[in-house]
């Protein structure tokens, strides 16, 4: 075949291919920069400034266009991201631990588990609320939102476990029992080091999802907005740059915790290797 | 302090392990998973099947069962529209996604030798999901608008002279944003089946004069199909219940069930959300299941 013409035609093609990944984003990136409160949310620039990210903060005189609610919604998506993290951390490292052993009905548990990640938002959002009216619960961000983020989150945390006890050498944790070692401090000591890049990827993965999660919100949460509620609200409304502006710092917290997971990821596997060198010597 | 207490009934624990504690343990270890899932998964979604056949009154629902919200939906031409619209929205996303992820995953999954390049590549194409889906769902509104990016390019380089309206707050729109969001999931799956093709066979094939066309017909297509359903059921689940795009970028000119589902609730028509949320439950199943009987995934994986 002449791989080498269809190569480059292809390396070409894909390269493409992630501009229109990126494209946009860069492009709001750069309007985020317009001149404000008159400038609008298209080129050309008419001057560089930093006007909507104050606008953003309440630091700019007030104008006609309203700051966006972030302050209380951030405060929310934080808590709300930090309680599903560690709920369905937990959740996942127990259920996929019962996995390692073979049991009766380990069929239906996974894909019961799994269909959290599948069911769309808008219906398990609409059947919670149908539950919250009829049972007469108030709807919370908290409450019957936090529940929900944990459904969908879950799952993550699970198949990441399972991934990671797949490969675990389960004689250490034997001896470790052998030699009468009690299950909860060789949980502790053995166990959870070996395990520890899973957790990690888990946490990541459930903060970040519920930090981004909207749909299922919308329909359980009530009242009070979240972030990305904050964002839905002005989707049909006229875009001002403040919500480029938002994007933009909102993308790079995304990004700072993918690298701070990098960091202590390199950390771990170095430490393990250290471990394994000790051992060796 | 709780150490103590535990080490000192543990050798009776240990040697009892194997025989009798293990299904017990078992139990202990899935009952909170389980529980959460049955409780606010399967629960609520029960729960809406139950609520489509309760009598709708003009704020509230009562529970004498009734199949007039069933009726209601299956007569109105809005109702049948959305269902319609729904459909077709996820047949052409699904068909884009496919035609514009294809080549790039067989680009990394099999072209690219190096595996720290392909590696690279292919966390360069899952970044995105990591950033917020309602921003990159509202970046495409500068992109696309009569004043937009894309516009503003083509009237530049003197392609066109006055701008396309038609790209923003249209079927177009709706159709473009989805591909660009939902096309790194075909990517993934397909190019993950392609990294495991042998190249030998490849090689092979080549050696005994196959063209490129040939071997991509009998190969390598059929190879990548189990990794092209996979994706195609993550792009279908996603795409049937999606509402936020349509709502950004189709300026209500795109109603999804999805949509529907929203409207009827923000006014308290419940019985009707919930017949819209079963009709969608249904076609979803229906979806997957199709797509289950295409390839045999538990042979192929």
């Not at chain 1, 309440?58 to 609610?69: E, H, K, Q």
């Not at chain 1, 993308?251 to 000790?278: C, E």
Request: net charge positive; proline share 5%; hydrophobic share 55%.
């Amino acid at each position: 075949m002449n791989a080498s013409g269809i190569k480059f035609g292809l390396g070409v093609y894909t390269a493409l291919f992630i501009v229109f990944l990126y494209g946009p984003l860069v492009v709001l990136a750069i309007l985020s920069f317009q001149t404000g409160p008159e400038g609008g949310p298209q080129f050309p620039i008419i001057e560089w400034s930093t006007y909507w990210y104050k606008h953003l903060f309440g630091l700019t005189p007030p104008s006609r266009i309203a700051p966006l609610p972030i302050d209380q919604a951030l405060f929310r998506s934080l808590a709300l991201a930090v309680m599903t993290m560690i709920v369905s951390t937990v959740l996942g490292v127990t259920a996929a631990q019962a996995f390692r052993k073979k049991f009766r009905g380990s069929g239906v548990i996974f894909y019961l588990i799994v269909l959290g990640m599948m069911v769309p938002g808008v219906l398990v959002g609409l059947g919670m609320a149908l539950v919250a009216n009829t049972l007469g619960i108030d709807r919370h961000w908290w409450g019957t939102a936090f529940v929900l983020h944990v459904v969908y989150t879950f799952p993550f945390a699970f198949l990441v476990m399972l991934a990671i006890f797949n490969r675990f050498d389960p004689s250490v944790e034997e001896a470790a029992w052998s030699l009468g070692v009690p299950p909860a401090r060789t949980f502790r000591k053995i166990t959870f080091p070996l395990i520890f890049p899973g957790v990690l990827s888990a946490m990541l993965f459930a903060f970040t999802l519920s930090y981004d999660e909207f749909s299922r919100t919308l329909f359980a949460s009530g009242r009070d907005l979240t972030l990305p509620l904050a964002i839905y609200g002005t989707f049909s409304v006229e875009v001002h740059p403040n919500v480029f502006a938002f994007g933009v710092l909102t993308t790079l917290f995304s990004f700072a915790l993918l690298g701070t997971y990098a960091v202590l990821m390199g950390l771990s596997v170095r430490r393990a290797k250290r471990m394994a060198i000790q051992e060796e010597a | 302090m709780t150490m103590a207490a535990t080490s000192h009934d543990t050798p009776v624990e240990t040697a009892e392990r194997p025989t009798r504690k293990q299904p017990d343990r078992t139990f202990w270890l899935l009952a909170p998973g389980a529980l959460w899932m049955l409780l606010f998964l399967v629960a609520p979604i029960l729960m809406m099947v139950y609520v489509s056949f309760w009598t709708q009154t003009t704020f509230k629902i009562e529970p004498t069962l009734t199949l007039k919200s069933w009726i209601t939906f299956f007569t109105s031409d809005t109702y049948l529209g959305a269902l319609w619209t729904t459909v077709r929205i996820w047949l052409i996303v699904l068909v884009s996604t496919l035609l514009v992820g294809y080549p790039a995953a067989l680009f990394v999954g099999l072209f690219v030798k190096n595996k720290t390049l392909s590696t690279a590549l292919l966390v360069l194409c899952v970044i995105p999901f990591w950033t917020s889906f309602l921003i990159r769902v509202l970046a495409w509104r500068p992109m696309l608008g009569k004043e937009g990016a894309i516009n503003m390019i083509l009237m530049k380089i003197g392609v066109i002279t006055q701008p396309i309206e038609v790209l923003l707050f249209s079927e177009l729109s709706v159709i473009i944003g989805m591909t660009q969001i939902y096309c790194v999931f075909m990517v993934g799956p397909i190019a993950f089946m392609l990294g495991r093709i042998d190249p030998s066979v490849i090689e092979a094939a080549q050696d005994l004069g196959a063209g490129f066309w040939r071997i991509f017909r009998t190969i390598i297509l059929p190879l990548s199909m189990p990794g092209v359903v996979v994706g195609a059921i993550f792009v279908s689940v996603m795409v049937l219940g999606e509402f936020a795009t349509s709502a950004a970028l189709s300026g209500r000119k795109v109603n999804l069930l999805g949509n529907i589902i929203v409207t009827q609730v923000g006014s308290l028509k419940w019985a009707f959300a919930a017949v819209a949320g079963v009709v969608l439950t249904i076609l979803m199943g229906a979806v997957v299941a199709a797509l289950l009987r295409v390839v045999d995934l538990r042979k192929e994986l």
